[in-house]
Each structure stands twice: as C-alpha cells, then as structure tokens.
T-cell receptor, first 114, second 115 residues
Framework: AQSVTQLGSHVSVSEGALVLLRCNYS??????LFWYVQYPNQGLQLLLK??????LVKGINGFEAEFKKSETSFHLTKPSAHMSDAAEYFC????????????FGTGTRLLVSP | EPEVTQTPSHQVTQMGQEVILRCVPI?????FYWYRQILGQKVEFLVS????????KSEIFDDQFSVERPDGSNFTLKIRSTKLEDSAMYFC?????????????FGPGTRLLVL
C-alpha cells in the first residue's frame, strides 16, 4: 500500500531563508506525487506535482520539488521564504490503478518570522 | 478560475443527528471525492464517485455514510447518525479524469463538530 511520511509537523524559518519541507513515500509501483498547500480558512491548493519525466518539478509561488527514486523522497523547497508562505503543506501520493485516491501525509505547518 | 465550493463552512450537531454536507464540483469534472481530516491527523480518503455510482470507498465509509449527486451540480455527503468521532474537516474534491497525473481540485472544507 502507498504511504507518505512528512517529517516535522512544524517548520519555522525566517523571512528570506531557505524553506525545506520533507516528504518520503512508499509505493510498490511508480508513484505520482503531489504537494498541496492550505492557507487559513481555504481549501487544498495544488503547488506542484510529479508524474513522469523531469525529476525537478517547479510549481507556483517559487516552490520546487525533486523526485529522488533512490531515496524515495519528494522534498519541497523554496530558496527564499516570504511571510505569505505561512501555511500548512501536504505531500500526497497517488498510484495509477483503480480510481486513484490520494494518500496524504500528516502535513507540515510552515511558520515564517520577520 | 473555476473552483470547488462547499457549504456550510461550519456545522455543529448533536450526536445521533443526521447531517448533509454539500459540495459543488467544477462544472466539467466527472469524478468526485470526499476526504476528511480529524484534527491533528492525516487527510483521509473516504469515497470516490463517478457516473452516479460509488467507484471506491475506504473502510471508514461505512453504512452511516452515503453520497449522492441529486442534480447536475451538487454532490452531497450524508452522515445518518453522527458520532463524536465524526468531528473533522470534510473536503470535497473533483477531477476531470482518473488518470494518475490528473489534479484533484479541493474545496475549502466543512468543519463538522459533533457534541
């Protein structure tokens, strides 16, 4: 069965610092991987996704993630944090069988201080 | 930009009562989903729905839950007799296809509190 582990329920950075949110997955078949962001009182918004092809994926708001099969990882990064990045971030895996439910991690809350 | 909407945003109910959570998926989407997130826990899949039928459901989705597309726009989740442990944020999502790379678009959620 597929699963996702997000290390760190909370990550704190200063404005302008590097953001690194960790995600490791488990899947017996090639996965499709997603990062969603949830701003306060809003729904889950897709940041980026990996399906096939290039392993470095760029998303919205300057975020990117790299799929590393050997490490079963899909960490999310942003070179320079902005106050508006404060939100909850969810990593999810989806396998192209059946009706493709998403399997989510527990989420990481990003806190950005001035 | 089209978006998934959900009503109500918050619902408080007494244990044993029935609740209906409503969702309006994106208009040209054919596949619909419900997920839930108990406070402090993972977002969990409940059910997927296509062509007026449940296509997949989790073990959480027992007989007290049901889904329906009563008209061409709404997609509802009914909980017949709520329990304290049903307190959670419920998210509706929709997608055009079920291709693995297809994006599921989520609504803002309904926070359900069962007292």
């Amino acid at each position: 069965a597929q699963s996702v582990t997000q290390l760190g329920s909370h990550v704190s950075v200063s404005e302008g610092a590097l953001v690194l949110l960790r995600c490791n997955y488990s899947s017996s078949v090639p996965p499709y991987l997603f990062w969603y962001v949830q701003y306060p009182n809003q729904g889950l918004q897709l940041l980026l996704k990996y399906t096939t092809g290039a392993t470095l994926v760029k998303g919205i708001n300057g975020f990117e993630a790299e799929f590393k099969k050997s490490e079963t990882s899909f960490h999310l990064t942003k070179p320079s944090a902005h106050m508006s990045d404060a939100a909850e971030y969810f990593c999810a895996v989806r396998v192209n069988t059946g009706f493709q439910k998403l399997v989510f991690g527990t989420g990481t809350r990003l806190l950005v201080s001035p | 930009e089209p978006e998934v909407t959900q009503t109500p945003s918050h619902q408080v109910t007494q244990m044993g009562q029935e609740v209906i959570l409503r969702c309006v998926p994106i208009s040209n989407h054919l596949y619909f989903y419900w997920y839930r997130q108990i406070l402090g826990q993972k977002v969990e899949f409940l059910v997927s729905f296509y062509n007026n039928e449940i296509s997949e459901k989790s073990e959480i989705f027992d007989d007290q839950f049901s889904v329906e597309r009563p008209d061409g726009s709404n997609f509802t989740l009914k909980i017949r007799s709520t329990k304290l442990e049903d307190s959670a944020m419920y998210f509706c999502a929709s997608s055009k296809t079920t291709s693995g790379e297809e994006t599921q678009y989520f609504g803002p959620g309904t926070r359900l509190l069962v007292l």
